[in-house]
């Protein structure tokens, strides 16, 4: 199945006395990046997220943002920075003093400084917030991972109709191939008599004529390999496989065939049809650019 490197997933819930919030939001990228934005004190959880999601994710530029809350308080405590506190209570008399304003200070109002008041919470089971975080984490996986199958099954239906249609291009193209050696000839022919003025042509080189031709502008063994391409891109779009990088290079391959068509077709037809077949091709190019 074919994952698009876009995608969202939440998760929320409360696990052994934790709140946790998972979010994990991707773009295309060309190999796995991993960022996160984790609450003050849980660094630790950085390089278990980023190895817990690479297990699932191949690649795509991943950010990951996570809330972590205890509902239970037990264990916490508020701390008195007492040097501080008596160095506002000394600023707010020294104030009092020389400009002669009231002195009311109350410990209520001291409190309200900043720092002077600080929760000190308990210590941070890492094990225990760790199982949390992955059990919410996995409810954000799996909602962001069904959110790129889906867009993932959308870019494979259009590139496989694409690739019908190339299909079809280059099936013109081989029936139109062998019509314009005839042309050729045909043209050939009319001024080897128009110049000869009644001189019969000489058959033999006429013949020799067709075949140099022929071998200039044949173009089967390219269309069969765009068609042998063609059934490669079928076959990794359906392999369930991260084939994002081999679609890329299967691409410029399908790109380089239908270039030397084109750079042996002089019949305006042809070079139509293979301008239709490069403006697909450049279609699906676009649209792998965001395939894992």
Known sequence: MVHSMTGYGRGQDVVDGLAVVVEIKSVNHRYY?????????YGFLDDKLKSY??????????????????????????????????????????LSQRYGVRD????????????????????????KTWEAVRIVAEQALERFIAMRQQEGARMREDILSRGETIRQAVAAVEQRSPQTVREHM?????????????????????????AVYADKVAVAEETVRLNSHLDQLAQLLDSGEAVG??????????????????SKCSDLELTRIVVDIKAEIEKIR?????IE
């Not at 308080?73 to 000394?90: K, M, P, R």
């Not at 001024?191 to 067709?210: I, K, S």
């Open 186 to 210: 045909e043209k050939v022919e009319t001024r080897m008599r128009e110049l000869l003025q009644g001189v019969p042509v000489d058959e033999a080189r006429l013949l020799n004529e067709a």
């Open 53 to 94: 999601l690479q297990q699932r994710i191949s690649r795509g530029k991943v950010d990951v943002f996570v809330q972590v809350h205890a509902l239970e308080t037990a264990g916490s405590e508020v701390v008195v920075d007492h040097a501080l506190a008596q160095s506002y209570l000394e600023a707010l008399r020294d």
């Open 104 to 127: 009311d200070v109350t410990a209520a109002a001291l409190s309200r400084y900043p720092e002077v008041l600080t929760i000190q919470q308990a210590a941070i089971d890492e094990d």
């Open 33 to 41: 990046e991993y960022s996160s934005r984790l609450p003050r004190g």
């Open 286 to 290: 676009e649209q792998i650019q965001n």
């Open 245 to 262: 990088r081999k679609l890329d290079f299967l691409v410029q391959e399908m790109n380089r065939e239908t270039n030397t068509i084109g």
